[in-house]
């Protein structure tokens, strides 16, 4: 009798100290945070999509890391004919950088040089006449290459850089792996083989690569001057400039076709927005015209500054466990220029919300369009109160364990 006795005093003393202990347990654990639910964003768009050409392959692009915002025809890798020289010029800068505004170093003019000249002259090639103790600086070569599209400069600039063009064949084909140019090959600096080959997509990030070195601008901008000037070396490369276009590249072969490397600019509202591109293979220089005009009037009527996603525009929706339900909203307008032809991408993180007054920062979102990314507040459109009592007492299995990591840590 004595065991069964003092058996239920411990039994009893248990029960107490369990009652006594799942109140406060209960009532004052910390809540757990609502469930965040993303929604997909959808709003009405005027957007006018990027205007490309069935004939050979296009594409452009908004940064040398893109994306990629639009392509058309062929995917597989084309020849790109003169395309090629701006990877030399670029790959040569890479290896001899120089001053923006500068004229860079010597390059010298030897004997093998003139052979180049004659050579590629003899062969109907375009070419800039050099002879042997020419003294041309770097700019000036540069400006043969880009400006006047001189397949013997192209060979002397890749030359003097790595010491022989086989080994700059070497050097460009390290350099386009490093720049993520993955569907491109040279075997040569001119671009005459039709084994240079790329993507329309590759080379509208090659377009902004170049534009990105300022001394590719500088040459294509500035005046030709010097002893380029007296050989006759004139801009073939400007085109439609009068509608924002800055030609990188014009040139043609016959298994190339005609290619255009170009970087255009829309301006909104005194705010600019810059696309890179390129088209490849193009039948004759009347579709060319008419696909770059094509191109800029969807560009005029595309770009547009303002928000990317109107304020209070619901991008999640926010339940607690005891059944309060809020919706998060854009809290502050997210502004950029950019080219509107599809919806934008939303992603929502929260820390986490267990409570909330309206107008409350709940969350961030990360809108993006195009190659805009603006980062902007998430507020929650109505107030989530704390559950009542009986919820409390009621959902021990959530609560208790919050409580004893709330009072011992882990």
């Known amino acids: ?12 003393v248990l029960v107490i100290l369990a009652v ?28 006018t999509p990027p205007a490309l050409p069935d004939d050979g392959a296009s594409a452009i692009a908004e940064s040398s890391e893109g994306p990629v915002i ?54 109907g090639a375009r070419v800039v006449t050099v002879y042997t103790d020419d003294t041309w600086s770097q700019r000036a070569v540069l400006q043969a290459v880009l400006l006047g599209s001189s397949n013997n400069l192209a060979d002397t600039l890749a030359a003097w850089a790595f010491g022989s063009v086989d080994a700059y064949v070497d050097a460009a084909t390290t350099w386009l792996a490093e720049n993520g140019l993955d569907e491109t090959t040279v075997v040569d600096a001119t671009g005459l083989s039709p084994d240079d080959v790329s993507t329309a997509s590759d080379l ?60 255009a600019t829309v301006t909104v509202d005194d705010s600019d927005y810059v696309f890179y591109g390129a088209l490849i293979r193009m039948p004759d220089w009347d579709s060319l015209d008419d ?6 009037d969807s560009a005029e009527a595309g770009v547009h500054s303002g928000p990317v996603l109107p304020e209070d525009t619901p991008v999640a929706t926010f339940t607690t466990p005891w059944g309060e ?44 369009h195009g190659a805009s990314t603006v ?17 409390r007492i009621g959902h021990p299995i959530e609560l208790i364990p919050a409580f004893v990591t709330q009072l011992f840590g882990g």
Not at 1 to 12: A, D, K, P
Request: charged share 20%; hydrophobic share 45%; net charge negative.
């Open 1 to 12: 009798m004595r065991v069964l006795r003092g058996f239920g005093i411990f039994v009893g």
């Open 20 to 47: 006594g202990l799942y109140g406060p347990a209960t009532l004052l654990a910390p809540l757990p945070p609502a469930t965040m639910t993303a929604h997909t964003v959808q709003l009405d768009s005027d957007g």
């Open 70 to 123: 639009a392509r058309a025809g062929d995917d597989a890798p084309l020849p790109m004919a003169g395309i090629a020289k701006v990877i030399t010029a670029l790959v040569v800068l890479d290896e001899k950088p120089m001053e923006d505004d500068g004229d860079g170093e010597t390059v010298p003019i030897t004997s093998r040089d003139f052979v180049r000249f004659t050579d590629y002259r003899d062969a």
């Open 204 to 263: 509208s990030l090659l377009a902004a690569l170049a534009m990105d070195n300022p001394v590719i601008p500088g040459v294509l901008s500035g005046e030709v001057t010097g002893i380029a000037e007296t050989r006759g070396v004139e801009n073939t490369t400007a085109y439609m400039s009068d509608r924002g276009v800055t030609g990188i590249s014009r040139s043609f072969t016959t298994q190339a076709g005609i290619c255009l490397l170009f970087a």
């Open 291 to 296: 696909a770059m005009t094509a191109l800029m």
């Open 325 to 368: 339900r809020a919706k998060g909203v854009i809290g502050s307008s997210a502004t950029a220029t950019r080219w509107v032809a599809g919806e934008p991408t939303v992603h929502v993180e929260t820390d986490g919300v267990t409570l909330a007054t309206r107008g409350d920062i709940v969350a961030t979102a990360t809108v993006s």
């Open 375 to 391: 980062e902007v507040p998430v507020k929650i459109d109505g107030t989530m109160h704390a559950p009542d009592v009986w919820w």
